[in-house]
């Protein structure tokens, strides 16, 4: 074939035989010209308009038109991407997506075999929903209902994520015993880690195959919380934590909500961008998936809400999932001295594990105050972390502090409950109370350097795992929990 003869293209095919004259209209090579080589000018790739319809943006190219042939001579165009048949039309007069524009070259989208560009998205689009198994509440104080629901498509701003691994959180637990406000029907889980298999439109910064924790709250970045760097209090992200508008998935039509913006107790979930915190992938899932709770919740309470100081004293209500993570902070800050508090003596020695000097079991002490003021010289200790959420431990730990003290509420109490405290003491003895939500995090920040930390063996991470559970067992993992048998039980997704 000669360099000035152009090729028959079909669909799916390339053909190098000389086209008809019916296909493509050549000008006759006038006498003076005959002998003389007609320069051809290199074909400029352009990248197609945003006008472009959606068949065409994904296929077409422009081609300049080579200068040395006569202008207003016609050059047919067929393009099976573009329709069904042959469609010829004159350079000058040549429309793509009803738009003028000179065309002499084919798209690229006629060399796919037989394929049109429409059908891929219809291939693609036809996996939603898509059927995962997930464990669903459906009323208040019942067992979780592992089951085949469906999976909605995700919108253009969210990603959808196949689970690795997911922590049972003790507010998990709270939500089936109706002390969040998460309305049924919902899948439970906010504490997970998984891959990235497919990006909204509208995502940057994320791609199918990353490795990435979940948060469950999903800040926007621009209200006035977000600007001040308290992300964790963000106006969107309170919305999000509300399951009225977090419907992903549904069963025999009837919507079913995810908690928090989460649902990780799914073989996949839909998240929004914005929760997903890129890690290493060296990282194992099954421990990266604590950071995104219990170890952030933990940790943050201390070296951000309270910001420990080395030397100060501490003293730890409640020695779960989350106390052992405010022990680790303590640790991490330097804590001189830290005290922690249970009923239970096994979490006592989990506690002692994991960095506690001194330990005090509630069950055998009358007045826990005054046994940790007994340990720090009869002073009080300079923070008290209250990691249980009932209001009468707010109480004792509030009269566990020196003068100028502070307690750190981290446990949630019912929306109903109240506390009460000697009100003479926070302006004669500027005693206060701060809360901590999710240990005031900057998620992006935080979370990358606690795996630094776990990576450099300065955080326990596999400690803190008590048993890994399938999601049919996720039912036991709360009675476990309940009973105190566990920090923590991790469902393990194959």
Same mark, same amino acid.
């Given at each position: 074939?000669?360099?000035?003869?152009?090729?028959?293209?079909?669909?799916?095919?390339?053909?190098?035989?000389?086209?008809?004259?019916?296909?493509?209209?050549?000008?006759?090579?006038?006498?003076?010209?005959?002998?003389?080589?007609?320069?051809?000018?290199?074909?400029?790739?352009?990248?197609?308009?945003?006008?472009?319809?959606?068949?065409?943006?994904?296929?077409?190219?422009?081609?300049?038109?080579?200068?040395?042939?006569?202008?207003?001579?016609?050059?047919?165009?067929?393009?099976?991407?573009?329709?069904?048949?042959?469609?010829?039309?004159?350079?000058?007069?040549?429309?793509?997506?009803? *738009?003028?524009?000179?065309?002499?070259?084919?798209?690229?989208?006629?060399?796919?075999?037989?394929?049109?560009?429409?059908?891929?998205?219809?291939?693609?689009?036809?996996?939603?929903?898509?059927?995962?198994?997930?464990?669903?509440?459906?009323?208040?104080?019942?067992?979780?209902?592992?089951?085949?629901?469906?999976?909605?498509?995700?919108?253009?701003?969210?990603?959808?994520?196949?689970?690795?691994?997911?922590?049972?959180?003790?507010?998990?637990?709270?939500?089936?015993?109706?002390?969040?406000?998460?309305?049924?029907?919902?899948?439970?889980?906010?504490?997970?880690?998984?891959?990235?298999?497919?990006?909204?439109?509208?995502?940057?910064?994320?791609?199918?195959?990353?490795?990435?924790?979940?948060?469950?709250?999903?800040?926007?970045? *621009?209200?006035?919380?977000?600007?001040?760097?308290?992300?964790?209090?963000?106006?969107?992200?309170?919305?999000?934590?509300?399951?009225?508008?977090?419907?992903?998935?549904?069963?025999?039509?009837?919507?079913?909500?995810?908690?928090?913006?989460?649902?990780?107790?799914?073989?996949?979930?839909?998240?929004?961008?914005?929760?997903?915190?890129?890690?290493?992938?060296?990282?194992?899932?099954?421990?990266?998936?604590?950071?995104?709770?219990?170890?952030?919740?933990?940790?943050?309470?201390?070296?951000?809400?309270?910001?420990?100081?080395?030397?100060?004293?501490?003293?730890?209500?409640?020695?779960?999932?989350?106390?052992?993570?405010?022990?680790?902070?303590?640790?991490?800050?330097?804590?001189?001295?830290?005290?922690?508090?249970?009923?239970?003596?096994?979490?006592?020695?989990?506690?002692?594990?994991?960095?506690?000097?001194?330990?005090?079991?509630?069950?055998?002490?009358?007045?826990?105050?005054?046994?940790?003021?007994?340990?720090?010289?009869?002073?009080?200790?300079?923070?008290?972390?209250?990691?249980?959420?009932?209001?009468?431990?707010?109480?004792?730990?509030?009269?566990?502090?020196?003068?100028?003290?502070?307690?750190?509420?981290?446990?949630?109490?019912?929306?109903?409950?109240?506390?009460?405290?000697?009100?003479?003491?926070?302006?004669?003895?500027?005693?206060?109370?701060?809360?901590?939500?999710?240990?005031?995090?900057?998620?992006?920040?935080?979370?990358?350097?606690?795996?630094?930390?776990?990576?450099?063996?300065?955080?326990?991470?596999?400690?803190?795992?008590?048993? *890994?559970?399938?999601?049919?067992?996720?039912?036991?993992?709360?009675?476990?929990?309940?009973?105190?048998?566990?920090?923590?039980?991790?469902?393990?997704?194959?």
């Amino acid at each position: 074939m000669s360099a000035g003869t152009p090729r028959r293209i079909n669909a799916g095919t390339v053909s190098n035989e000389p086209a008809p004259a019916s296909v493509f209209t050549i000008p006759a090579a006038s006498p003076a010209t005959t002998n003389k080589p007609t320069p051809v000018r290199s074909r400029v790739i352009r990248r197609p308009t945003a006008r472009k319809s959606a068949t065409c943006k994904a296929a077409l190219v422009k081609w300049q038109r080579p200068t040395t042939q006569p202008r207003g001579v016609g050059q047919s165009v067929f393009c099976a991407a573009r329709g069904s048949g042959a469609r010829e039309r004159s350079r000058r007069q040549a429309f793509v997506c009803g *738009r003028g524009a000179r065309r002499t070259w084919p798209s690229p989208a006629c060399l796919f075999a037989g394929t049109d560009v429409r059908e891929k998205a219809q291939t693609k689009i036809a996996r939603w929903p898509m059927s995962v198994r997930g464990a669903v509440l459906y009323n208040f104080f019942e067992p979780l209902k592992v089951e085949s629901v469906k999976l909605r498509a995700p919108r253009p701003d969210e990603v959808v994520v196949k689970m690795a691994a997911s922590g049972v959180c003790h507010s998990d637990l709270s939500v089936q015993q109706a002390k969040l406000p998460f309305p049924p029907p919902v899948i439970l889980g906010h504490e997970g880690a998984g891959i990235v298999e497919e990006v909204g439109k509208e995502v940057t910064g994320l791609k199918p195959g990353d490795h990435v924790v979940l948060a469950w709250v999903q800040s926007c970045g *621009r209200c006035a919380y977000c600007i001040e760097g308290e992300e964790h209090l963000c106006d969107a992200a309170i919305k999000a934590m509300m399951a009225g508008e977090e419907t992903a998935f549904e069963k025999d039509g009837m919507a079913i909500s995810r908690m928090a913006g989460v649902g990780s107790f799914a073989e996949r979930t839909l998240v929004r961008a914005s929760a997903c915190v890129k890690i290493p992938e060296e990282v194992p899932l099954d421990k990266a998936c604590l950071v995104g709770c219990g170890v952030m919740t933990g940790v943050g309470a201390v070296t951000n809400t309270a910001k420990v100081r080395p030397g100060q004293t501490v003293a730890v209500f409640g020695c779960g999932g989350v106390g052992l993570n405010v022990i680790q902070g303590a640790v991490l800050c330097g804590a001189g001295r830290i005290i922690a508090v249970d009923l239970v003596e096994k979490k006592l020695q989990w506690a002692r594990e994991f960095g506690a000097t001194d330990t005090i079991n509630a069950k055998q002490t009358t007045d826990v105050p005054d046994a940790i003021r007994s340990l720090t010289d009869g002073r009080g200790v300079d923070f008290a972390f209250e990691v249980i959420g009932m209001p009468e431990v707010i109480g004792q730990a509030f009269l566990s502090l020196r003068r100028g003290g502070k307690v750190v509420v981290v446990g949630v109490p019912g929306f109903d409950q109240t506390v009460q405290l000697p009100a003479s003491a926070i302006p004669l003895e500027e005693k206060s109370v701060l809360g901590s939500l999710y240990g005031s995090a900057r998620m992006r920040r935080d979370m990358p350097k606690l795996l630094e930390l776990y990576m450099q063996k300065r955080l326990k991470l596999d400690e803190l795992i008590s048993r *890994r559970i399938s999601l049919d067992q996720v039912n036991e993992a709360f009675a476990a929990m309940e009973s105190g048998e566990v920090a923590r039980s991790v469902i393990v997704y194959s």
